[in-house]
């Protein structure tokens, strides 16, 4: 059995940010193609609905779908990669405390 004594926040920090970073990419695309579906969906709408049909206004909802699918395709990624690998690290201090009280975790490597 090897023990893990100590885990360094900086190594956590890297894992967890491209480790939830790659998570909010696929994220992304999943709320990118919800959005452009929806908002093709916005053109089925009645014509007096603001936004629906093409009523002459100088923007309308299939535009605003598409636009919020591609920023969540980079926003996503971000966000997660960033929050996952500040909270992995925060997760690597509290691990470095309890571990100096408890004595560590126990790992059986072969």
């Given at each position: 059995?090897?023990?893990?004594?100590?885990?360094?926040?900086?190594?956590?920090?890297?894992?967890?940010?491209?480790?939830?970073?790659?998570?909010?990419?696929?994220l992304?695309?999943?709320?990118?193609?919800?959005?452009m579906?929806?908002?093709?969906?916005?053109?089925?709408?009645?014509?007096?609905?603001?936004?629906?049909?093409g009523?002459?206004?100088?923007?309308?909802?299939?535009?605003?779908?598409?636009?919020?699918?591609?920023?969540a395709?980079?926003?996503?990624?971000?966000?997660?990669?960033?929050?996952g690998?500040?909270?992995?690290?925060?997760?690597?201090?509290?691990?470095?405390?309890?571990?100096?009280?408890?004595?560590?975790?126990?790992?059986?490597?072969?």
């Open positions: 059995m090897a023990t893990v004594k100590h885990v360094g926040p900086g190594s956590a920090f890297k894992i967890g940010l491209v480790s939830y970073g790659i998570i909010g990419l696929l992304g695309i999943v709320m990118a193609f919800v959005s579906v929806a908002g093709s969906l916005a053109g089925l709408g009645h014509p007096s609905v603001p936004g629906a049909g009523t002459g206004t100088s923007w309308d909802l299939r535009s605003l779908g598409f636009g919020m699918g591609f920023g395709v980079i926003f996503f990624p971000l966000l997660y990669g960033v929050c690998g500040v909270f992995a690290a925060i997760g690597a201090v509290i691990y470095n405390l309890v571990a100096g009280w408890v004595g560590g975790l126990e790992v059986d490597i072969s």
